[in-house]
């Protein structure tokens, strides 16, 4: 399975942008890319997910390189409540959509 | 629409015992997983289900059995706990999809302790 690079953990001031990278070099051409996270002592949700072009949602945007091989989940206004795990995922097409988690990036927000 | 609902929450075992997690989803989701996650690592796939009556293996499914009886329930059996198992259980439902765009909605978890 082609696996996901993430930092270990970032910081940000609350009301800030913030810009959570991802390497994935090995992507193949019908990988999509999923961004999930993790609130402290829930389960994961899903963020948002592309496969070339960028993508927005209500939750965030999702900036594709031109290669593929990175991309960086951007959310606007980072609030206390978007403290959480970040995991970036690549889901193999034509697989029973089963999702490998790496360790993610531990985002932490402050006043 | 409660979603993904995993019963029970919290459960302590001895070694030895044996227990049973519930998943049940409203969804209609024909997928469903098993996965565990460890303090600090990621969620490792114990099985899955494509459908009704069927399951597989995923990463760690050494001393787990799953049972899809009925669509939308999933069940993780433990025979004979170890405290090795000891980790907390999440449950995920999806659409039959094989497309990579296809999402998976997440259970609370199921936080079993075996002492």
């Known amino acids: 399975d082609a696996k996901t690079t993430q930092p270990n953990s970032m910081e940000s001031n609350e009301e800030e942008p913030v810009h959570l990278p991802c390497n994935h070099s090995?992507?193949?051409?019908?990988?999509?890319i999923h961004w999930y996270r993790q609130l402290p002592s829930q389960g994961p949700e899903y963020v948002i997910h592309?496969?070339?072009s960028n993508v927005n949602n209500r939750m965030a945007s999702l900036a594709i390189a031109e290669d593929r091989k990175s991309s960086t989940l951007i959310l606007h206004r980072a609030t206390l409540r978007d403290a959480a795990v970040y995991y970036c995922?690549?889901?193999?097409?034509?697989?029973?959509?089963?999702?490998?988690f790496g360790t993610g990036t531990r985002l932490q927000v402050t006043l | 629409n409660a979603g993904v609902t995993q019963t029970p929450k919290f459960r302590v075992l001895k070694t030895g015992q044996s227990m049973t997690l519930l998943c049940a989803q409203d969804?209609?989701?024909?997928?469903m997983y098993w996965y565990r996650q460890d303090p600090g690592m990621g969620l490792r796939l114990i099985h899955y289900?494509?459908?009704?009556?069927?399951?597989a293996k995923g990463e760690v499914p050494d001393g787990y059995n799953v049972s899809r009886l009925k669509k939308q329930n999933f069940l993780l059996g433990l025979e004979s706990a170890a405290p090795s198992q000891t980790s907390v259980y999440f449950c995920?439902?999806?659409?039959?999809?094989?497309?990579?765009?296809?999402?998976?909605?997440f259970g609370a978890g199921s936080r079993l302790t075996v002492l």
């Open positions: 289900s494509v459908g009704e009556g069927t399951t």
């Open positions: 592309g496969l070339t």
């Open positions: 995920a439902s999806s659409l039959a999809a094989t497309s990579g765009a296809n999402v998976l909605t």
């Open positions: 090995t992507i193949s051409g019908t990988d999509y």
């Open positions: 969804m209609n989701h024909e997928y």
């Open positions: 995922i690549l889901r193999v097409t034509g697989t029973a959509s089963k999702l490998t």
